[in-house]
């Protein structure tokens, strides 16, 4: 009994150490343990065999020996189990090989050739059993001397064979779950390595198509200008109808490198929207007058049902609403060859501080199957790519639509029918504007004595606020049509610009309007109508 306790108290210190170890100790502490277990049965050798069943053989694993004892490790790999079948049946079913004697085993017995040799005097071997399956065995070699095993002996040796299989299984498991975490940690380095390129190369392009859009403009914007200025002269009839085809070609590529840059702004997120009081009819007219005019040459019927709950002005962002509403009507006009499109607006939701407003443009043209919708909004991609060749196009102003939809909190859907046509809508925001020289309140007037800016009193020359606000507007005008004219127009107002403490502002203007950069120009005279308070008399 006594024995028998002792034997109970190592397995639970074993027991005890198996559960915490780590796996970087599993193969020292199960070498450490068969010693153990070894000395407390007196037995000289300990060790562990793993089967390979698919091989037909057996190899030491772990081996443990007492002082004196030559190791046999070494010797005993890939041992063919074809020279101990009765060894390797009993194992296979699940049974302890006990041999108290073994020079009482047969002479030409494969053990005792086997055994022999070792100085074996008596063994015990015990199968290790994972389930059902036997992967290997433990086996306790006594050379100095014969020992006889106990029953009792016997099953709590099985059941430090268990604990073997357990912590064994753990190892592989941990073995496996490390290998996978360092798999999935190059993956992850691999993904980011990759995103890190390809971030990289996005901004490459981004900056590419960000720079050649801006050289672009600038013959661009020169040939605006002066078609626009050639377009007022005195002109035979053929020349007129050249002019105004240069105009509208002109005007054509000037919408795609506009929508390139903005393209380029919007992958990189500082697409940015400017809030103005409009008149929409106005923005209406802009951006369909290109559209409408392809659609009568074409014979197809455009028109414009606003309905009468709709808001004359609105308070938003003008251009980038004009951008949606001309790439949509574009859009139709282009693949419409017979038939109808029509722009409809209508007032889905007002109160005091927001309208919601929706523009549906259908059109009779050739429609699109289910997948070519689902392609509608991928870059530089038409739905049909036989489209490209035919009616020409980017790819990219569905595109900026969707962008600008996202960025102005708008809605978009699309319908269609292929054969028959398409329906596309847009639900949009805004805040009620304030109508050309209305206001909410009354308008403080600044007094005479005191500019925008703190200039004190006009000196003689210097035009009255409301003349020059009247004077900006048409500049404004001439900046929008890309009138060359606006330089002169702009000198005459430039002394009053500077009195009002506009006079860098001024001097920036007119080198933009020198190097034909209308846009740049227009934009420093938003900022001087903004900070200036010459918004509500200007639009």
């Not at 068969?34 to 694993?61: H, K, P, Q």
């Not at 017995?109 to 399956?133: F, T, W, Y």
């Not at 940690?185 to 801006?214: G, P, Y």
């Amino acid at each position: 009994m006594e024995e028998q306790h002792r034997l109970q108290t190592i397995l639970m210190d074993i027991a005890a150490r198996y559960i915490n170890i780590e796996l970087t100790e599993v193969e020292n502490t199960i070498t450490r343990t068969l010693g153990e277990m070894a000395v407390f049965v007196e037995a000289d050798r300990a060790y562990i065999f793993d089967y390979d069943w698919d091989g037909e053989t057996c190899s030491n694993t772990y081996e443990w020996c007492s002082e004196g004892t030559s190791p046999e490790i070494d010797n005993l790999q890939e041992v063919p189990t074809g020279h101990i079948p009765q060894w390797a049946d009993t194992h296979r079913q699940g049974n302890t090989m006990y041999i108290p004697d073994v020079s009482a085993l047969p002479g030409d017995d494969g053990v005792r050739e086997i055994l022999e040799p070792q100085a074996v005097k008596s063994l015990i071997a015990l199968p290790v059993m994972d389930g059902e399956e036997c992967v290997g065995f433990i086996g306790f070699d006594s050379v100095k001397k014969h020992h006889s095993y106990s029953e009792k002996e016997q099953t709590l040796l099985l059941l430090f064979a268990q604990m073997i299989v357990n912590v064994r299984n753990r190892q592989k498991s941990d073995i496996r779950l490390q290998a996978y975490a360092a798999e999935l940690e190059e993956k992850n380095i691999q993904l980011h390595n990759a995103l890190t390129r390809a971030q990289a190369a996005d901004r490459v392009k981004s900056d590419f198509l960000a720079n050649m859009s801006h050289e672009l403009k600038t013959p661009m914007n020169a040939i605006l200008g002066y078609g626009y200025s050639l377009e007022k002269t005195p002109l035979a009839e053929s020349q007129q109808e050249m002019v105004q085809k240069i105009g509208e070609s002109a005007r054509k590529l000037h919408r795609i490198i506009n929508s390139m840059f903005d393209f380029t702004h919007a992958q990189s997120g500082t697409l940015a929207l400017v809030q103005t009081d409009f008149n929409l009819d106005h923005v209406l007219s802009e951006a369909t007058r290109d559209a409408s005019k392809r659609a009568i040459q074409k014979g197809v019927v455009f028109a414009v049902e606003k309905s009468p709950e709709v808001p004359p002005w609105l308070k938003g962002d003008a251009k980038r609403l004009e951008q949606v509403i001309e790439n949509l009507a574009d859009n139709a006009v282009k693949f419409t060859e017979a038939g109808r499109v029509v722009l409809q607006i209508t007032c889905e939701e007002q109160d005091a501080e927001q309208t919601v407003i929706r523009f549906c443009l259908t059109d009779t043209g050739i429609g699109m199957t289910d997948h070519q919708v689902q392609q509608l909004f991928t870059p530089f991609d038409q739905a049909d790519t036989s489209a490209t060749r035919k009616f020409g196009g980017t790819g990219l102003g569905l595109v900026l639509v969707k962008n600008i939809m996202e960025l102005m909190n708008g809605n978009l859907t699309v319908e269609s029918d292929y054969g028959k046509g398409s329906r596309f809508c847009v639900t949009l925001p805004f805040v009620t504007g304030t109508p050309c020289g209305e206001s909410a309140g009354p308008i403080e007037k600044p007094s005479p004595s005191t500019s925008r800016k703190g200039v004190t009193d006009p000196a003689p020359g210097i035009l009255p606020e409301d003349e020059l606000a009247a004077r900006l507007y048409e500049l404004k005008t001439l900046l929008e049509g890309y009138d060359t004219g606006s330089s002169r127009h702009l000198d005459k107002i430039k002394t009053s610009l500077a009195h009002a403490g506009y006079g860098a502002e001024s001097q920036q203007m007119a080198e933009a309007i020198e190097q034909y950069d209308f846009d740049n120009a227009l934009g420093i005279l938003t900022e001087i109508e903004k900070t200036g308070g010459f918004r509500g008399l200007t639009e």
